[in-house]
């Protein structure tokens, strides 16, 4: 039987498909079809996601933010301050003697020089002792060469050096850190020990009782 000979209006939808209306005069509407429970379940989760997707994103950035200026407060506030700086060292001579040094410069504005020599040779230890002063700025200038050379940054075991030894130890208000300078080609150890000699002459030493 045809939709006609139902008493139904055929209309073309779709090639090959039709759509009937009964032709009766009762209302008819057209309404369209409502998201399921699914769909708006789904909707809500995407929503959900994504709202959270950018919450975490912006505490993300605004962490990241905080942290650096912490770390770079605490870098700040809690560098060490140099309270002294020695240039330690020794050497044997072809006698089999023992030549060795210490110069000491410290915050307070006094400075102190070292040396002594003792052999198989020699009837007992002679020791020299000089002492100067420095002026805060010289000290100053001082420590900021250390820190600046990367001496803080020196990590590591010490090289083995075989009948010699040079060692530049600083004393700050945490502690004491001592970092040998012979075996390890490091140009910033090197500019230290340079810049401890240079200071070192720039100073008047006055001779003091040797104990």
């Avoid at 209306?21 to 708006?40: E, F, K, V």
């Avoid at 933010?65 to 309270?83: F, H, M």
């Avoid at 072809?94 to 020089?113: C, H, K, L, M």
């Avoid at 040779?121 to 002679?126: A, E, F, Q, R």
Wanted: proline fraction near 5%.
């Amino acid at each position: 039987m045809s939709p006609a000979d139902a008493g139904f209006d055929a209309y073309p939808v779709l090639p090959g498909a039709t759509i009937c209306r009964p032709r009766c005069g009762l209302r008819h509407s057209t309404t369209t079809a409502s998201p399921t429970n699914y769909d708006i379940v789904r909707d809500t989760n995407m929503r959900s996601k994504l709202l959270i997707c950018l919450v975490s994103i912006c505490l993300l950035f605004a962490a990241c933010g905080k942290g650096r200026g912490n770390s770079e407060e605490i870098t700040d506030s809690g560098r060490a301050e140099i309270v002294e700086i020695t240039l330690s060292g020794s050497g044997m001579r072809p006698d089999f003697g023992v030549n060795s040094y210490n110069i000491t410069f410290r915050r307070d504005g006094t400075a102190e020089s070292r040396e002594s020599r003792d052999g198989p040779d020699m009837s007992g230890k002679v020791n020299k002792l000089q002492r100067a002063t420095i002026t805060p700025e010289q000290f100053k200038a001082l420590a900021d060469a250390v820190a600046a050379n990367g001496f803080f940054a020196i990590t590591g075991p010490d090289p083995a050096v075989a009948d010699a030894s040079e060692k530049i130890i600083v004393v700050t208000d945490k502690g004491k850190q001592t970092v040998s300078v012979l075996g390890r080609n490091n140009g910033g150890l090197d500019a230290t020990v340079r810049a401890i000699r240079h200071l070192k002459d720039q100073l008047e030493w006055e001779d003091a009782p040797a104990k």
